[in-house]
């Protein structure tokens, strides 16, 4: 059934059948004609240049800052990666003991449910004074906690989701608890996980480059688009914009990569 | 030698929200050292209930389930049975090979000693070529006699199969039992089958019992006089014998269940 679904290849709105390299260009053509409009709005003058700066603005300061936007990008994605890796593994290790214990679960489940509704980055300014101002350590704490949350969502739901059919076996074969863990419930999660991954990574990079708005040390992506709005330099600004939205891009593509490679290969 | 199965007295009561459910009342059975015997009857009368109890998936409310002597627990933790359900259950994250050898694994058997053991159980099954497939790749059919392979692995005395040809189509069925009678006459294992299908009954057993609902119960154990079960083939199906043995089964679950069944109560 797979395979078949797997060969079979998508057909096109028009009944055409779209291959690979179709389906790539259709956006990016797309992408083209709005940048394109985009250039000719801001070219006439319709709409002021501080507003919204011209696409070839924007370009020319991404060639002149480059090697700045490098290394802000450098500074921004390490605390949304350590931020990242902390939160999914707090994630995962809390799911694991609320799966093994009831009382835990019922701890634990309202906590999340809290951190889920809390906006993690209103938590920024008084981090910054916690860990001092020149301390990276409140922006990972906060994307950490980001990415907390939907990887024990997803990983706790994961480790619910074994089959009874497996759990019979394994109790004909007399296996041990740690034997059920180890071959069927942690392999039947990990999917699961993975996808609470996927969706941690941009939360990850959007609290580590929003709490550099409240303070703390410059340098990061966050701090510097704050910091060329503050100082009237648009397309500087939006220059940083889209280097964060390649980190995004970045973070989530990789994780979207690792989860289709273990959802194949458990 | 002792019994494969001997259940003795056993009553099951399930409590549910709504009260309590009988689910089998006084069942007794005796399932002799390579004997096949099929449970059949209609929805709700225990057979599969009677199977679980068999595989101490579940404990009995009265009563004794005895596997090769010891109480079923005790046979369950020394895996004298083996097991397979109408799902295969294979692992989709493991290969064939690495779902057969999933128990030999579990008891820690070492691991060149597992590889001999799982080439072996492939070539039982019919399976050569398909070890490093994943299951996802197979027919249902194809997965099901994965799932036998898995439940031989330990080379039990005694299989418990639940339904294990239900979701398959009549050919592939028909296939399956005949290899499936190969194997137990080749590893000389007991079976105990349950099956909603009377051919299948028939075709499979030296005796197939009748159990009828409300409570589940044996209503019924017919011998099939059709010669030893290891030398049953497909022309089986078309002989004359085949189709009075069927005609007993039909008359023993009808007889049981239709007309308030008094046979069935007044046989055990």
């Known amino acids: 059934m797979a395979t078949l679904t797997r060969t079979r290849p998508p057909s096109g709105p028009l009944g055409r059948t779209a291959n690979g390299a179709e389906r790539a260009i259709a956006p990016v053509v797309l992408g083209i004609i709005v940048v394109g409009i985009w250039q000719l709005l801001a070219g006439t003058g319709l709409v002021e240049a501080y507003l919204l700066p011209s696409p070839a603005a924007i370009v020319d300061e991404i060639v002149e800052f480059w090697p700045s936007m490098v290394s802000a990008a450098g500074i921004t994605g390490l605390n949304a990666l350590v931020g990242l ?12 003991v609320a799966s093994t214990s009831r009382p835990f679960d019922g701890m634990l489940a309202p906590i999340v449910a809290a951190l889920a509704v809390i906006p993690i980055v209103a938590l920024a300014p008084v981090l910054n004074t916690m860990f001092g ?31 009874p059919v497996h759990r019979e076996l394994m109790t004909s074969f007399a296996a041990t608890r740690w034997q059920v863990m180890r071959t069927i419930t942690l392999p039947t999660a990990v999917p699961y996980t993975f996808t609470g991954i996927r969706l941690a990574s941009s939360l990850a990079v959007i609290s580590a480059l929003v709490a550099e708005y409240f303070g703390g040390p410059r340098g990061g992506l966050g701090g510097l688009i704050s910091s060329s709005a503050a100082s009237s330099a648009y397309p500087r600004a939006w220059a940083y914009v889209v280097a ?20 194949r290969r458990r | 030698m002792s019994n494969a199965v001997t259940v003795t007295g056993v009553d099951k009561v399930f409590d549910s929200g709504a009260g309590q459910v009988v689910a089998l009342t006084e069942v007794a059975l005796d399932v002799a050292p390579g004997e096949f015997v099929s449970l059949i009857g209609p929805s709700g009368c225990g057979k599969s209930t009677l199977l679980r109890l068999i595989a101490d998936l579940e404990s009995p409310t009265n009563g004794t389930v005895e596997v090769f002597g010891t109480s079923a627990h005790q046979a369950r933790l020394d895996q004298r049975y083996g097991i397979a359900f109408q799902q295969a259950g294979l692992l989709p994250w493991r290969t064939v090979a690495a779902n057969i050898a999933l128990p030999l694994e579990l008891s820690g058997m070492p691991k060149s000693d597992v590889r001999a053991r799982v080439d072996e159980l492939i070539a039982l099954v019919g399976l050569g070529d398909f070890g490093d497939r994943f299951p996802d790749q197979l027919s249902g059919g194809m997965q099901q006699r994965v799932a036998i392979a898995r439940a031989l692995a330990k080379k039990p005395q005694l299989l418990l199969m639940d339904e294990p040809f239900g979701a398959l189509d009549e050919m592939t069925r028909e296939y399956l039992q005949t290899e499936l009678l190969r194997i137990a006459a080749e590893t000389g294992a007991a079976v105990v089958f ?38 049953r083939a497909d022309d089986l199906r078309e002989d004359g014998s085949f189709f009075e043995m069927i005609t007993a089964v039909r008359e023993a679950l009808h007889g049981g269940g239709v007309a308030a069944a008094p046979r069935g ?3 055990r």
């Open chain 2, 194 to 231: 349950v099956t909603h299908s009377i051919p299948e009954a028939v075709y499979l057993s030296d005796r197939v019992v009748v159990m009828s609902p409300r409570p589940g119960r044996i209503a019924e154990v017919v011998p099939m006089s059709l010669g030893s079960t290891g030398s």
């Open chain 1, 85 to 96: 890796v902390a939160g999914s593994l707090l994630g995962i290790a809390a799911a694991l």
């Open chain 1, 244 to 263: 964060a939205i390649a980190l995004g891009l970045a973070f989530y593509l990789i994780t979207l990569a690792l989860e289709r490679w273990v959802s």
């Open chain 1, 133 to 163: 101002a020149d301390s990276q350590t409140g922006r990972q704490l906060i994307a950490s906690l980001a990415a907390f949350v939907p990887v024990f969502i997803t990983t706790a739901r994961g480790l619910r989701q074994t089959q």
């Open chain 2, 265 to 267: 109560v007044e046989n």
